[in-house]
């Protein structure tokens, strides 16, 4: 799916910017988060991993490209999420996967957020992250890297904010479009450990609100804990669940952390399940072609083993995607049921044959799509969300759903179609699930999605 109020704004910025089940262990990570907040050298000390424990992805974000990005120089880059999973020790990855150029960052911070929306940190709870025991890491060119493991207290859901410093000129830093989270610049300089938000701006949300270079948190976890990827367009993403998607106007953040994914592990953290969820979406996305604009990242069949394969600690996908291969405009092609049923097959193939198991979720409603024009275009209306909709996509979308509902290759399905329809009007979405663009699923829609999913498909599998 694709909010095109927030991914298409920038396109024409190009050139300017590239030019410059219960587990006894449970109880064990909850009493080892007893640990003094206060004392910072036992708090950030290099640590080992007890050989009851392995790790485990706690939160995640897929790569989309590196076309657009700020171009950042001798200023503090801060970010914020939600890990998924309580931990006393934990590392956190960072990606240079789609630049041409190597990235050096510095002083990269760990510490407690204050209030979701603002750049605060709680005082007394940072910890500097090295890599290989130093503070500086260059990262060649399509390559990651991991942060050594430290000791750090940190409960699921307890929102955390990542800040590095950028030494140098970098104009090009790989990114995950449309984070559905507000990203800050500094004023020049290394403010990394200052907790205040007073050397820092809100990067407008309109223009964009990517992370950057950060792509996993990966916790310790009794070795019975499992990560769970949600992989998918911008449905998984969460597009439409923080912010007023078509207000025409950048809207302040009104929640947080409201995607699918975020309230699966709710419900599976509410169920003592020893799985924490990681997520794998990119708005824009396709299953068999690169997306419609570089941003929207390589097709799910390229980018398969990277973002979903390659994750620490994997034994269950939960795949929902098809609507943009549906719905985006192509140039002298169509893809028909037949294709998206062949990526699915190849899909479930490679996750078997790594000894993953794969559920398959059914495309939701569609028809009624609106989709507002490019705002650095005039906001000229454009056709691109009407395809979504169109009589040719339902009746595709319907196949393909009838036949995911069928098929037994996966290992189970889940029908976000069906939960999220209005009941009197199957091809729509219900109004209480609606963002307003009869595309994307409200806040409520969201949760909905999450609760339709059987929690046994993990368990019996």
Same mark, same amino acid.
């Given at each position: 799916?694709?909010?095109?109020?927030?991914?298409?704004?920038?396109?024409?910025?190009?050139?300017?910017?590239?030019?410059? %089940?219960?587990?006894?262990?449970?109880?064990?990570?909850? #009493? @080892?988060?007893?640990?003094?907040?206060?004392?910072?050298?036992?708090?950030?000390?290099?640590?080992?991993?007890?050989? =009851?424990?392995?790790?485990?992805? =706690?939160?995640?974000?897929?790569?989309?490209?590196? $076309? &657009?990005?700020?171009?950042?120089?001798?200023?503090?880059?801060?970010?914020?999420?939600?890990?998924?999973?309580?931990?006393?020790?934990?590392?956190?990855?960072?990606?240079?996967?789609?630049?041409?150029?190597?990235?050096?960052?510095?002083?990269?911070?760990?510490?407690?957020?204050?209030?979701?929306?603002?750049?605060?940190?709680?005082?007394?709870?940072?910890? +500097?992250? #090295?890599?290989?025991?130093?503070?500086?890491?260059? *990262?060649?060119? %399509?390559? @990651?890297?991991?942060?050594?493991?430290?000791?750090?207290?940190?409960?699921?859901?307890?929102?955390?904010?990542?800040?590095?410093?950028?030494?140098? +000129? #970098?104009?090009?830093?790989?990114?995950?479009?449309?984070?559905?989270?507000?990203?800050?610049?500094?004023?020049?300089?290394?403010?990394?450990?200052?907790?205040?938000?007073?050397?820092?701006?809100?990067?407008?949300?309109?223009?964009?609100?990517?992370?950057?270079?950060?792509?996993? +948190?990966?916790?310790?976890?009794?070795?019975?804990?499992?990560?769970?990827?949600?992989?998918?367009?911008?449905?998984?993403?969460?597009?439409?669940?923080?912010?007023?998607?078509?207000?025409?106007? @950048?809207?302040?953040? #009104?929640?947080?952390?409201?995607?699918?994914?975020?309230?699966?592990?709710?419900? *599976?953290?509410?169920?003592?399940?020893?799985?924490?969820?990681?997520?794998?979406?990119?708005?824009?996305?396709?299953?068999?072609?690169?997306?419609?604009?570089?941003?929207?990242?390589?097709?799910?069949?390229?980018?398969?083993?990277?973002?979903?394969?390659?994750?620490?600690?994997?034994?269950?996908?939960?795949?929902?995607?098809?609507?943009?291969?549906?719905?985006? /405009?192509?140039?002298?092609?169509?893809?028909?049921?037949?294709? $998206?049923?062949?990526?699915?097959?190849? +899909?479930?193939?490679?996750?078997?044959?790594?000894?993953?198991?794969?559920?398959?979720?059914?495309?939701?409603?569609?028809?009624?799509?609106?989709?507002? %024009?490019?705002?650095?275009?005039?906001?000229?209306?454009?056709?691109?969300?009407?395809?979504?909709?169109?009589?040719?996509?339902?009746?595709?979308?319907?196949?393909?759903?009838?036949?995911?509902?069928?098929?037994?290759? @996966?290992?189970? &399905?889940?029908?976000?179609?069906?939960?999220?329809?209005? /009941?009197? !009007?199957?091809?729509?979405?219900?109004?209480?699930?609606?963002?307003?663009?009869?595309?994307?699923?409200?806040?409520?829609?969201?949760?909905?999605?999450?609760?339709? &999913?059987?929690? !046994?498909?993990? &368990?019996?599998?």
């Amino acid at each position: 799916m694709i909010c095109f109020q927030r991914l298409l704004y920038i396109p024409l910025l190009a050139l300017t910017l590239l030019g410059c %089940g219960t587990d006894n262990n449970f109880s064990a990570v909850s #009493t @080892s988060l007893q640990m003094s907040d206060h004392n910072t050298a036992e708090r950030c000390s290099p640590t080992r991993l007890p050989t =009851s424990q392995h790790m485990v992805t =706690s939160w995640r974000t897929a790569p989309s490209d590196a $076309l &657009i990005t700020h171009p950042i120089s001798a200023l503090t880059v801060r970010q914020f999420f939600a890990p998924h999973h309580d931990s006393d020790r934990i590392r956190l990855r960072l990606s240079n996967h789609y630049s041409n150029l190597p990235v050096t960052l510095e002083n990269i911070h760990i510490a407690k957020e204050i209030t979701p929306g603002k750049a605060e940190l709680q005082p007394n709870t940072e910890c +500097l992250l #090295t890599f290989a025991g130093k503070s500086k890491i260059t *990262i060649p060119a %399509g390559q @990651s890297a991991v942060s050594d493991t430290i000791s750090y207290p940190l409960r699921a859901f307890e929102r955390v904010g990542v800040s590095f410093y950028a030494p140098t +000129l #970098t104009p090009q830093v790989t990114r995950h479009l449309n984070a559905n989270e507000i990203l800050f610049m500094s004023i020049p300089g290394d403010f990394t450990k200052d907790p205040n938000a007073t050397p820092f701006m809100a990067v407008p949300d309109g223009y964009t609100s990517n992370f950057l270079a950060i792509e996993a +948190l990966e916790v310790a976890a009794p070795k019975s804990v499992r990560t769970i990827v949600t992989v998918g367009d911008s449905i998984t993403d969460g597009s439409g669940s923080t912010t007023q998607i078509l207000s025409g106007l @950048s809207s302040p953040m #009104t929640s947080s952390d409201q995607r699918y994914p975020n309230h699966l592990q709710r419900r *599976i953290l509410e169920a003592k399940l020893p799985f924490t969820v990681a997520n794998a979406g990119i708005g824009g996305n396709e299953l068999i072609n690169d997306a419609l604009l570089p941003q929207f990242g390589a097709s799910l069949l390229k980018r398969f083993d990277h973002d979903v394969l390659s994750v620490t600690g994997l034994s269950h996908i939960l795949l929902m995607i098809g609507t943009n291969d549906l719905g985006n /405009p192509k140039l002298g092609q169509s893809i028909t049921p037949e294709d $998206l049923i062949t990526g699915y097959k190849s +899909l479930i193939e490679r996750a078997h044959q790594a000894n993953v198991k794969l559920i398959l979720g059914t495309i939701p409603p569609a028809e009624g799509t609106v989709l507002k %024009g490019l705002p650095i275009l005039g906001n000229l209306p454009l056709p691109i969300g009407i395809l979504h909709g169109s009589a040719e996509a339902k009746k595709s979308r319907d196949a393909i759903n009838a036949w995911i509902r069928t098929q037994t290759l @996966s290992d189970g &399905i889940v029908d976000f179609d069906q939960c999220l329809a209005d /009941p009197q !009007n199957p091809g729509y979405l219900a109004d209480e699930f609606n963002s307003g663009d009869n595309l994307h699923p409200s806040p409520a829609g969201y949760l909905a999605m999450a609760e339709c &999913i059987d929690l !046994n498909l993990f &368990i019996t599998h």
